[in-house]
């Protein structure tokens, strides 16, 4: 398997630890699921038995060796239940940071920073297919229709006579409706000015003052609604 995942082995990772993880992942991955990309950790001491994070077109694995590499654990989670996900590049790495909409986060520190970008690059690709499913279906559709029912369509479009737009129009009538805000105090910038590191570090605030009990549960799913609308 690591000759069909040479692809993968270009921003220092260990040839052995990827060897290792796509053997083991050999038999877990689903029919139609390939591997996007893996990303290993890299502590500045010598790490023997790091983490690492795969992502494939179905989901996002965490792989934890245990009992001294003899064992490995497996969590994963479906993009459709992954709600966002950010990189925070320090001196000695990155960190890629996901959460899902049960408010679960996950890190994994010490990334090559290379690495933490073609895997948050690669998750933002599969979150955007989960985000716009009928755009993607439609051109799908436009590739897969043959010309001529094409053709044939437009010509029955051509022909038919319109007669009165008000048969055929049904009055419609809107509901206003103001999604609630996350509001900025006097000399604070807006969300929309920040960047993605300071709107993480404001949504784990507001997730540390729903665990003290200082906002409601409906008060945060609102501060955290309008936060990854600005993601």
Known sequence: MIDNLKKILNEDQDPKAIEKITAKLENLLMSNEEIGYIAVQKKPAVTLFPDSIVVTNKRIILCKPKNLGLSMEFIDYDWEDVAA???????????YTFTTKSDLTHTVDYLPKNQARKLYTYAKEQLDLIKNPKVIAVEEAKIEEPQAVIEEQVEEVATEEVTNYAEILPATTYVSYEEPKVEATSGERKLSELSQDELFEKLQNYKKLLDNGLILQGEYDNYKKEILMNM
């Open 85 to 95: 996900s950010f990189v925070k590049e320090g001196i000695l790495g990155a960190d």
